[in-house]
């Protein structure tokens, strides 16, 4: 089996790794694309860092207080150094998404406001998502009532994007309660262009890394066409038709292939 993507993710802030460029670039070398999640307090390791396949930046709140309440930050300076990381994404030049998890008492008023902070990164996608819940834990107060039904999603994201007239709703994945919103600059002759050329993004970042940098590339670049199943709208609402999903109720199996 060969490796062929990597989610630098979940665990701790991969981009405090002191050698996270060497990290990626080990990556690329062996063509295996590479995905990064920050959860934006560390702005000047984000201006540092070099091309990612994909870089996520976790915008879990949009104001200082439910920020706070949220994620419970270390840092005093932590609103400062979250907008601060916004503004620092603007500048990157590959696909950059803007990650909103919305959880139902704590986040999902606050449309104004994010739409103000997506002016800041100006992201290439804003994909919004409704919390998993995962059992209950000491360490938080979330229950099933704080989890959004898709259909709240789909409605925060429709009112997100009437703020928004540079993006449009892109994609659905109904099973992941998920609704990308991308810039209109991926929807090319009519169709949407969300998905990744992953040969091409690793010619752009060799001849990026042969020339030092001098050579540059965007995400516009490396952009693949998005599949009819996985648009917004479509029957299959994000379901792979190629893939197979099975249903356990008891001890019997349903198959609903491309549901």
């Not at 932590?78 to 030049?93: C, N, P, T, V, Y």
């Not at 406001?113 to 834990?137: H, M, N, R, W």
């Not at 029957?235 to 491309?258: H, I, V």
């Amino acid at each position: 089996m060969k490796i062929r993507h990597c989610a630098l993710s979940l665990v701790g802030e991969p981009i405090m790794y002191p050698h996270i460029n060497e990290l990626i670039d080990l990556l690329h070398s062996k063509q295996i694309s590479s995905f990064l999640v920050t959860n934006a307090q560390f702005p000047h390791e984000i201006r540092s860092l070099e091309p990612v396949t994909q870089l996520y930046v976790s915008v879990d709140a949009a104001t200082k207080e439910s920020l706070k309440k949220i994620d419970r930050p270390l840092f005093r300076d932590f609103w400062e150094r979250f907008l601060d990381s916004l503004r620092a994404l603007k500048d990157k030049g590959q696909r950059t998404v803007y990650r909103l998890t919305l959880v139902k008492g704590y986040n999902t008023e606050e449309i104004e406001q994010y739409a103000k902070l997506v002016e800041l990164g100006d992201p290439d996608f804003i994909e919004v998502k409704g919390v998993t819940y995962c059992g209950d834990s000491s360490a938080s107060h979330l229950t099933m009532a704080n989890v959004p039904w898709h259909e709240e999603v789909v409605t925060f994201v429709q009112l997100l994007c009437d703020r928004l007239p540079q993006y449009d709703l892109a994609c659905e994945h109904e099973h992941s309660n998920c609704i990308l919103l991308a810039h209109n600059k991926f929807r090319v002759d009519g169709k949407w262009h969300t998905w990744i050329d992953y040969e091409r993004f690793h010619e752009l970042v060799t001849r990026h890394k042969a020339t030092s940098g001098v050579e540059t590339f965007t995400s516009l670049d490396y952009m693949a066409v998005t599949p009819d199943w996985a648009v917004l709208g479509s029957n299959e609402r994000g379901f792979d038709p190629s893939d197979t999903r099975w249903y356990r109720k008891a001890t019997a199996k349903k198959n609903l292939s491309g549901c």
